[in-house]
């Protein structure tokens, strides 16, 4: 069955660095789209990034625009998602999902398949 395992997560300050890594089996990685998701305590689980199944497209939510930047390799059937000059309104887990088919959709009932995410704070 599908699989998504999460890794990278952690405290950091301000302005920090972080480089998630979703290690994904069960299926054709490379004919899918991907996506990462964060929640907060007490709110929805948002959409941050999506990629398409050959990364000839990418999609950032506007709070990330510019300070994340999502990979895959299809090779290695991992995914991606480089962070920088986090703050503290990032700190969430964040969870890696696989897409539908070969193109994104935003919503969480288009990514049937989800990790347990790995928790990413940011504090001084």
């Known amino acids: 069955q599908d699989r998504l395992v999460e890794s990278g997560g952690g405290l950091v300050q301000p302005g920090g660095s972080l480089r998630l890594s979703c290690a994904a089996s069960?299926?054709?990685?490379?004919?899918?789209?991907m996506g990462w998701f964060r929640r907060a305590p007490g709110k929805a689980s948002e959409l941050v990034a999506a990629i398409t199944s050959n990364a000839d497209n990418s999609y950032y939510t506007d709070s990330v625009k510019g300070r994340f930047t999502i990979a895959r390799d299809n090779d290695l059937n991992t995914l991606y998602l480089e962070m920088k000059d986090l703050k503290p309104e990032d700190t969430a887990l964040y969870s890696c999902?696989?897409?539908?088919?070969?193109?994104?959709?935003?919503?969480?009932?288009?990514?049937?398949?989800w990790g347990q995410g790995t928790q990413v704070t940011v504090t001084s």
């Open positions: 069960g299926f054709n990685f490379d004919l899918y789209s």
């Open positions: 999902a696989k897409g539908q088919g070969p193109l994104f959709r935003r919503a969480p009932h288009s990514y049937p398949a």
